[in-house]
């Protein structure tokens, strides 16, 4: 299953530590997969104008109904900021519905580390 390369919002400093979050689940139906694809648009749009995005990855299985989706941050406070406003925010709302199951997993990492990937997001949020 294609994994979405690594986009990179802002500058990274190798040296800085920045805040990673995971969101990995799966979907109810493998229907849902062209309304969240459209929606992923909609909010990768919004990431390119947020303050305090680093970069996202993840991946969108059809068949096996996956989820996963890897941001880093500056901090906490940017990815809340960007969380629940704009597209993103509407996105959550619409799909909501459509989701099975929804693991999420936090960490710090340094700026050296990145970008993290998407195995690693899916254990971390297995080992919480």
Known sequence: MPTVKWTTFSEVNPEREYFAFANVGERKSVWSYF???????????????????????GRL?????????????ENEAALNEFAHSGQHANCME???????????ASWSVL??????????????????
């Open 61 to 73: 299985g059809f068949l096996n109904k996956e989820i996963a989706i890897v941001g880093v941050f």
């Open 35 to 57: 309304s969240l694809l459209m929606g992923a648009r909609n909010v990768a749009k919004q990431l390119e104008a947020t303050k305090g995005a680093i970069g996202v990855t």
């Open 111 to 128: 700026g050296s580390n990145l970008p993290p990937t998407v195995e690693d997001a899916i254990s971390r949020t297995k080992n919480k």
């Open 94 to 104: 619409k799909t909501k519905s459509m989701v099975k199951v929804m693991n999420k």
